[in-house]
């Protein structure tokens, strides 16, 4: 199975900004909606945002809402994620995934997941 590659992860401080960017080599992404998800230590993962497929809508979990900004580019098979103003609660591995068509057309919740996890990225924000 194609498994997603996530990298643009680092450390910054509060306030500071970071882009990740995710690519699956081997699928074709525009087959889907796509989404971001994290896991913090000792937490379960939980979504962040999505994409539909179309691109027309864009969905957010509320903590991230006005600061994260999800975009795909279907040209380039990839799916990114600006997180600005970034809080030490945003502190985790994220993830990106292929959900189904029929995702993200009025909630980041409750997505599908079509793509084995990759490796991800770890985002640390220090205050």
């Given at each position: 199975?194609v498994?997603?590659?996530?990298?643009?992860g680092?450390?910054v401080?509060a306030?500071?900004?970071?882009?990740l960017?995710?690519t699956?080599?081997?699928l074709?992404l525009?087959d889907f909606?796509?989404a971001?998800?994290?896991?913090?230590p000792g937490k379960?993962r939980?979504e962040?945002?999505?994409?539909s497929?179309?691109?027309?809508?864009?969905?957010?979990?509320?903590s991230?809402?006005g600061?994260?900004t999800?975009?795909?580019?279907?040209?380039?098979n990839t799916?990114?994620?600006?997180?600005n103003?970034?809080k030490?609660e945003?502190t985790?591995?994220?993830y990106?995934?292929?959900?189904?068509?029929s995702?993200?057309?009025?909630?980041?919740r409750g997505?599908?997941v079509?793509t084995p996890?990759?490796?991800g990225?770890?985002?640390?924000?220090?205050s």
């Amino acid at each position: 199975q194609v498994r997603p590659v996530e990298t643009g992860g680092g450390a910054v401080q509060a306030g500071g900004s970071l882009r990740l960017s995710c690519t699956a080599p081997g699928l074709t992404l525009d087959d889907f909606a796509l989404a971001w998800f994290r896991q913090a230590p000792g937490k379960e993962r939980e979504e962040v945002s999505c994409i539909s497929f179309t691109g027309r809508s864009t969905h957010y979990v509320d903590s991230v809402k006005g600061r994260f900004t999800i975009s795909r580019d279907n040209d380039k098979n990839t799916v990114d994620l600006q997180m600005n103003d970034l809080k030490p609660e945003d502190t985790a591995m994220y993830y990106c995934a292929a959900v189904t068509r029929s995702d993200c057309k009025t909630t980041v919740r409750g997505l599908h997941v079509m793509t084995p996890w990759g490796q991800g990225t770890q985002v640390t924000v220090s205050s």
